[in-house]
Nanobody, 126 residues
Framework: QVQLVESGGGLVQAGGSLRLSCAAS????????MGWFRQAPGKEREFVAA????????YYADSVKGRVTISRDNAKNTVYLQMNSLKPEDTAVYYC???????????????????WGQGTQVTVSS
């Protein structure tokens, strides 16, 4: 059983930056592809970015490409989401998720991930 805990959310002005962290425990972290999703009020949860377990290739939603970087530190069992040039439409609760171990490729649908954190709020003011 994998436990995920997000941190790093907060209130930031448009154009600003935030780095979200997701600490994992309870599994062999390096074998899990990891994803970040977000959910704004009244909207469905949507894919933001994902990183494979090996060799760590990353993938991004078109809406954040060029502004967001996902990375992982397997020694710290942590995945990060660096967000730059933030926009008000980035306001949402951000969730990290873990796929099942050693699964080939990455996925962008929430129902394809097995483990979820509790989320961290990101609010971007205009």
């Amino acid at each position: 059983q994998v436990q995920l805990v997000e941190s790093g959310g907060g209130l930031v002005q448009a154009g600003g930056s935030l780095r979200l962290s997701c600490a994992a425990s309870g599994g062999t972290f390096r074998y899990y592809a990891m994803g970040w999703f977000r959910q704004a009020p009244g909207k469905e949860r949507e894919f933001v970015a994902a990183i494979n377990w090996s060799p760590g290739s990353s993938y991004y939603a078109d809406s954040v490409k060029g502004r967001v970087t996902i990375s992982r530190d397997n020694a710290k069992n942590t995945v990060y989401l660096q967000m730059n040039s933030l926009k008000p439409e980035d306001t949402a609760v951000y969730y990290c998720a873990a796929d099942r171990p050693l699964r080939v490729g990455v996925r962008s649908r929430p129902d394809e991930y097995d483990y979820w954190g509790q989320g961290t709020q990101v609010t971007v003011s205009s």
